[in-house]
């Protein structure tokens, strides 16, 4: 594990091919080496060739730090460079939707930070917009890096959706990585525990059900209490219902403990009639079935895929049950191949971190090339209005629309 994390964080560098995809990065933001940089050091066709921020200082610094040989002195130069092909948008929450228009517009591919809008309505602009369904349309992608890791998906081999009457998810930071002043505190910059970390919960129920939700039935936001954070929620627990009738919970703080609990999404199935030939006439078979996924955001650093499954054999006039017994087993997939079946033969090594998953199918899109797993502009659309559903519910209401058009 140790050595398979830390090559993760110091991937191997490879030769770049003439014609690698040029990135740049619009804001010097702490995420940006996780969800790109580090990534597109193993891959042949990504160049990371510049950076600009408000502050130019710090994007110089940035840029001596990460090895980019272009500091531009305003987002707009490096929209405006014919050279860049793509770029990063890892900027707070707000400023989302506003560059990712300028992006499009000036032809630029586009990796968007998640939440990929402040809400809705930002998302059915940008989205829809008429630059994304022209001939070589701009490719824009919500950076939900997690969903692209080989765990997620064999975690999803398990599960079928039509069958599911409950899912529980929960995330966690620990409070002493964020202070008051934390972008994520920020109401103006649509902040919140259901931005910022919530929306991978809402994304791996949504994988769950392979559905949208009907309605929010519960929502309770935590906040600061100090009259100045009060619309920011610092966590929270909600509860949906979906088209079959399945009940989700999702909860999440910014202000847990020092001990930083991994990420969990427990899957319980309805019981279900199973095929068994060995069976006579009379009697049937069983089986409920819960998946759990433990580590869902982060899972190339550590995750677990635990299946249990409870049989009954029963009579099938009366019902009585005659036999009743468990089996639980476990399972990694750091690679596809590790994944085996249905995915075994994808690409990826056991140490690529979900960012350079997302990467991986980033390129592919961009270059014209079959992608295995992709988040649709549809897909990223209906996660918003998951948000918006939960925050009309806690009465904090939406987080602010930009007036950018």
């Known amino acids: ?3 398979r994390v830390f090559t993760a964080f110091g991937p191997p560098k490879v030769e770049k091919k003439n014609d690698a995809i040029r990135f740049g990065i619009l804001g010097a933001a702490q995420i940006a080496p996780l969800a790109l940089i580090t990534p ?4 042949p066709e990504v160049i990371m060739q510049a950076i600009a921020a408000r502050d130019h200082a710090r994007a110089t610094a940035f840029a001596k730090k990460h090895n980019i040989p272009d500091v531009r002195t305003s987002y707009e130069e ?4 014919p050279k860049i092909d793509a770029v990063l948008i890892p900027l707070p929450n707000s400023l989302h939707f506003e560059w990712a228009v300028r992006a499009i517009r000036a032809g630029k591919h586009v990796l968007l930070e998640k939440p990929s809008t402040s809400n809705a309505i930002e998302a059915e602009i940008l989205f829809t917009l008429p630059e ?3 001939p070589n349309a701009p490719v824009l992608l919500e950076a939900f890096h997690n969903r692209f890791h080989p765990a997620v998906h064999k975690f999803r081999s398990f599960i079928t959706p039509a069958d599911v009457v409950h899912v529980y998810t929960d995330s966690m930071i620990p409070g002493i990585l964020l202070d008051k002043d934390n972008i994520g505190f920020n ?3 649509a902040g919140g525990s259901m931005m910022m970390l919530g929306t991978y919960n809402f994304g791996v129920i949504r994988m769950v059900f392979d559905d949208n939700p009907v309605e929010c039935l519960t929502c309770e936001p935590g906040i600061f209490g100090d009259g100045i954070h009060d619309q920011c929620d610092t966590d929270f627990k909600a509860k949906f219902r979906f088209p079959n009738g399945g009940i989700a919970e999702a909860g999440t703080t910014m202000r847990g403990p020092i001990w930083w609990k991994p990420s969990e999404a427990r899957v319980t ?3 279900v009639v199973v095929d068994d030939k060995t069976l006579p006439e ?3 078979k069983l089986r409920t079935r819960i998946v ?3 580590g869902f955001i982060h899972a190339f650093i550590w995750h677990r895929i635990d299946v249990k499954d409870t049989f009954v054999i029963r009579n099938k006039a009366d019902s009585r049950p005659i036999k009743t017994w468990t089996e639980s087993k476990s399972h990694k997939a750091y690679s596809y191949k590790e994944a085996g079946g249905e995915f075994a033969n994808l690409p990826g090594e056991d140490w690529w971190m979900s960012y350079r998953y997302q990467l991986e199918e980033f390129v592919n899109r961009v270059k014209g090339r079959p992608t295995h797993y992709w988040v649709e502009g549809q897909d990223s659309w209906d996660q918003t209005k998951m948000i918006d559903m939960a925050y009309e519910k806690s009465g904090l209401g939406l987080r602010p629309t930009s007036e950018f058009r």
């Open 292 to 294: 759990t996924l433990h």
């Open 78 to 81: 490096i929209l405006d460079d």
């Open 1 to 3: 594990m140790v050595m």
């Open 132 to 134: 994304l369904s022209q």
């Open 269 to 271: 199935h309805k019981e």
């Open 40 to 43: 597109a050091l193993s891959h």
């Open 282 to 284: 009379t009697q049937e």
């Open 187 to 189: 109401y103006k910059l």
